[in-house]
């Protein structure tokens, strides 16, 4: 049993069934990395995980629970984060304020000190985000406006935003969709290092493969939907159909 389970999911958008017959367990405490072509169901799929969208049918179960019809903050407190295609962080903001947001629990329409057990007043909310600063080895930026940033740092303060609400699960789409190869490679460390010194399992969407087979234990290839084939990376590699339907653009 894997700590996300996938089972049967379909999805349909008017007429166009962007996934069906979804089947996907993840493991705890690896990387499993989901690629396919533009359109392939991806980020609906991971939409699915974090109550954006309501799958038509199957099920998704997170530790034993099903997260179908939770709402999103109910989902973050089971334990899943998840870190958006584009940085979700206040330019206007410093890096410390950023960091601070995680603190607190957006519930229907107010903000709430609960997002976290160890986190009750001001001062732990202080506490909190400088000790996730100095683990992201950011604390010396705390004072820039974010928006100040390079691409790659502003990724690195979004992840960090995510794992100080100390996740079991994290959700990564595209994290490194647009960026330079050294913001690339900066994002890739951070990950690697993530993956080393914490107890947590990453499902990533991803584009680029030099991501994918730098992190990835386990990958799945999504086509049209549907699962394609999942194997380890050094059996995707090789894969025919994988290369026919969606290497052989990008290997
Ligand atoms: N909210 C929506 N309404 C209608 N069609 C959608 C919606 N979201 C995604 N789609 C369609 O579903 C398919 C899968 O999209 P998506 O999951 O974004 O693919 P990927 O992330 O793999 O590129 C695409 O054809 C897309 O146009
Ligand atoms: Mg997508």
Redesign the pocket.
Known sequence: MGILEIKNVGKR??G?Q?LSNVNLSVAENTVHAII??????????LNCLVGKLIPDSGSVMFDGQSVLGRAPYEINQMGISRVFQTPEIFGDLTVMENMMIPCFAKRDGAFELNALPSVRNQKDVVEHAMHMLEEMRMADKRHMHAAAMSRGDKRRLEIGMCLSQEPRLLLLDEPTAGMARADTNNTIDLLKQIKEERDITIAI?EHDMHVVFSLADRITV?AQ?TPLVEDSPEKIKGHPKVREAYLGESA
Do not use: E
């Open positions: 958008f008017g166009l962007a396919g072509p533009n359109g392939a169901g991806k980020s609906t799929l969407i999504l939907g």
